[in-house]
């Protein structure tokens, strides 16, 4: 089950530790006596979050419920990351193509071949004249699906070809995760390194983004930007 750690709130070092059961049922004895405690719960299949509990409120034998929400680790929330189903689940600024294995590319005579099964995303400039660096997006959006701390791992192989080549200007490619607010405001954003001219043509680079969900989300859109 998850492991639940109180931590006397003033008094650094001084604990009490169980675990619950797969149910995310747990009862913990925990001293009044003017000590307040911060009440960890999480890890193991669980999804990791701290509640405060006064001295007051346990001198009152008060009972508590704390709801514990299975945790994703582990698994891929992305849903056709291949693009394997064209752009199904995907919301994209037009910007995009879906190439299959054995087409001709644009501008050369050479044939696609997808990293891994048959498809892959092709993204290009928006050209819009009125913005200086126009960004293209494409992203899968998560609504009340991570809690505070909870750790976010993406990864994508990414290729330019040479007839087609997108590095004689600024442009360049991330991993994102964007964080919003349950009101649209923004929170924030994690990116991975960037696909830029660094990296030469032709070849398959494999970029990572690794990410901590900030405080007060409840909107993630995950995907990439160009």
Do not use: C
Request: a negative charge.
């Amino acid at each position: 089950g998850a492991e639940v750690i109180a931590w006397a709130h003033d008094e650094y070092g001084s604990r009490e530790g169980t675990f619950s059961d797969w149910d995310g049922n747990f009862s913990m004895f925990l001293y009044g006596d003017g000590i307040n405690y911060d009440l960890e719960a999480g890890g193991h299949g669980w999804v990791g979050n701290m509640y405060y509990i006064d001295s007051y409120q346990i001198e009152m034998g008060e009972h508590f419920e704390f709801y514990l929400e299975p945790s994703d680790e582990g698994q891929n929330l992305v849903h056709n990351g291949g693009f394997e189903e064209g752009l199904n689940y995907w919301y994209n600024h037009q910007n995009t193509v879906i190439m299959g294995t054995g087409q001709t590319m644009w501008n050369s005579d050479q044939s696609f071949e997808a990293f891994e099964g048959d498809s892959s995303l092709k993204m290009f400039g928006l050209y819009q004249d009125d913005i200086d660096l126009p960004e293209g997006n494409v992203f899968q959006t998560y609504y009340d699906h991570f809690g505070w701390g909870q750790q976010l791992e993406g990864s994508a192989w990414v290729m330019a070809h040479e007839d087609d080549y997108f590095g004689d200007g600024p442009s360049n490619f991330v991993l994102f995760a964007k964080y919003f607010s349950h009101d649209w405001n923004w929170k924030g954003m994690h990116i991975s390194q960037p696909f830029d001219r660094e990296y030469p043509p032709n070849d398959w680079h494999q970029f990572n983004l690794n990410a901590i969900v900030p405080d007060d989300v409840g909107i993630v859109q995950i995907g990439v930007m160009f």
